[in-house]
Structures are given as C-alpha cells and as structure tokens.
T-cell receptor
Framework: DAKTTQPPSMDCAEGRAANLPCNHS???????VYWYRQIHSQGPQYIIH???NNETNEMASLIITEDRKSSTLILPHATLRDTAVYYC????????????FGSGTQLTVLP | DAGITQSPRHKVTETGTPVTLRCHQT?????MYWYRQDPGHGLRLIHY???????DKGEVSDGYSVSRSKTEDFLLTLESATSSQTSVYFC???????????????FGPGTRLTVL
C-alpha cells in the first residue's frame, strides 16, 4: 500500500467546510484512496473512497488530483459531531486484507 | 450503519483466564476481521476469516485463536489472557464486489478488555 502523509491536526469553524488534505505521491494505478474517521472511543467509520474521479456521497466529497498524487476530503458543513481523527488510506481494491491506519488528522470543529 | 454488534462491550478479567469475544453481523458479508487498537500502534490485524471455517493469521496473532462456524459470527478467544492483551478490540466486515464498493470494511463498536 502506498504511504500517505496527513497534517496531524486541523481546526474548522462549525458550519464551514472542512478540507482535509492527503499526499500519496507513490500511489499505483490500481490503488484506491479511502477515507475513514474515528470518533473518540468508537469504531472507525467508513466515509468515502475513489480511484481517480471525484466522488460525493451523503457524508463528504473526495477530490483527487489529476496526477492522483494527492487528494482532499471535504466535509461541506462541519458540525461539532464531525470532531474526530480522519484517516487517508491508499490500497489496492478488492484485496480483502488488512487496513493500515496511519496517524491521521485530528479535526476539531469549533463552535 | 452496517449491522455489526460486538459482545461484551466491556470486560475486566484476570491474568490466566480464558476470554471469548463475539462479533455478529447481519449483512451476510463473506469477510470478517479482528483488530486491536492500542495507543501508539493504531489498529493491528489479529485474525481474519474469508468464509465459514476459513481463517488466517494477521499481524499480531500470537495468543489468540478464532472460529467461524457460521457466516454471521466470528469469535476471538484469548486462551489465557495476559496484561499485554489489555486493549480495545474491533471487529470488521467486508464483501468483495466488482462495483464501486469494492472491499470496503465496516467496523463494529468495539470491546474494551482489561486484563488485571
């Protein structure tokens, strides 16, 4: 799995968009970008994933650069309940094996 | 949210006693996983299953065994618990598909185990 780099922490005002960056410069052509988050003491929660096109679901949007070396997770209207550690994971799709979580980004949504 | 439950949610036990944690799913997913999470180590895979009675070791399998006698249940057993096995244990499930949800893992709420 390709290595990812995320800032250790970020703050965001409640109601504003939260933009979480991730660098994955060694990503291979068959590797997907996954995003999970973990709210304190809870199980990791799947957010979104993509291969090369931008993706959107009810939780977030994922923007992947054209060269696929970086991506941004966007929470359009952050709430206090979005305070969590966000993990960017790059891995081959369809592999049914271990997810490797790095250090992630601690997002704190401020009132 | 995926239908995954874990039991018990909290357990305190003594060194040397056997402990079994249960993961139950209602999604009929083929793959099930057991992870442990410790400060400074992130999530580490203990064992996983790719079908009924089909299991394999993960990164930190020593001291743990698993069983899967039916699709919906995956049991993790600590034959003789040690203090180093104090951790939070998460179960996850996934299903392979050719569509956009390929291999997404969904996690349960976790079991907090303390071994005294």
């Amino acid at each position: 799995d390709a290595k990812t780099t995320q800032p250790p922490s970020m703050d965001c005002a409640e109601g504003r968009a939260a933009n979480l960056p991730c660098n994955h410069s060694t990503i291979s052509g068959n590797e997907y970008v996954y995003w999970y988050r973990q709210i304190h003491s809870q199980g990791p929660q799947y957010i979104i994933h993509g291969l090369k096109n931008n993706e959107t679901n009810e939780m977030a949007s994922l923007i992947i650069t054209e060269d696929r070396k970086s991506s941004t997770l966007i929470l359009p209207h952050a709430t206090l309940r979005d305070t969590a550690v966000y993990y960017c994971i790059v891995r081959v799709g369809g592999s049914a094996r271990q997810l490797t979580f790095g250090s992630g980004t601690q997002l704190t949504v401020l009132p | 949210d995926a239908g995954i439950t874990q039991s018990p949610r909290h357990k305190v036990t003594e060194t040397g006693t056997p402990v079994t944690l249960r993961c139950h799913q209602t999604e009929n997913h083929r793959y099930m996983y057991w992870y442990r999470q410790d400060p400074g180590h992130g999530l580490r895979l203990i064992h996983y299953s790719y079908g009924v009675k089909d299991t394999d070791k993960g990164e930190v399998s020593d001291g743990y065994s698993v069983s899967r006698s039916k699709t919906e249940d995956f049991l993790l057993t600590l034959e003789s618990a040690t203090s180093s096995q104090t951790s939070v244990y998460f179960c996850a499930i996934s299903e392979l598909s050719s569509g956009p949800n390929t291999d997404t893992q969904y996690f349960g709420p976790g079991t907090r185990l303390t071994v005294l």
